[in-house]
Nanobody
Framework: QVHLVESGGGLVEPGGSLRLSCAAS????????MGWYRQAPGKQRDMVAI???????AYGDSVKARFTISRDIAKNTVYLQMNTLKPEDTAVYYC???????????????WGQGTQVTVSS
């Protein structure tokens, strides 16, 4: 079993910053990509940022130049630094990881429970 636990969400004023963290634990043999998605009320879940095991990154168009994703491979942890936050960034943010639980297993996708980010004055 693999668990992803997010932290760092909350309420922030427009223009402010937040840092999200997500730690993966459990039966982990290896982790491929990790990342963040978000879902606002009444909308689909969208990709925010992804980082591969090699360090390559990709960002959603709406967050480029404002958000930065990073990871600590030794700690199985991914981070999302969010700067210059806007009200439209308000959403539940979900951590994602592609995990292999043994040398013979295929990679499978796992999700965290989500953390609320609210940008409002």
């Amino acid at each position: 079993q693999v668990h992803l636990v997010e932290s760092g969400g909350g309420l922030v004023e427009p223009g402010g910053s937040l840092r999200l963290s997500c730690a993966a634990s459990g039966s982990i043999f290896g982790i491929g990509a990790m990342g963040w998605y978000r879902q606002a009320p009444g909308k689909q879940r969208d990709m925010v940022a992804i980082i591969t095991s090699g360090g390559s990154t990709a960002y959603g168009d709406s967050v480029k130049a404002r958000f930065t994703i990073s990871r600590d491979i030794a700690k199985n942890t991914v981070y999302l630094q969010m700067n210059t936050l806007k009200p439209e960034d308000t959403a539940v943010y979900y951590c994602y990881a592609r995990v292999r639980v043994s040398v013979t297993a295929i990679f499978q996708d796992y999700w965290g429970q989500g953390t609320q980010v609210t940008v409002s004055s």
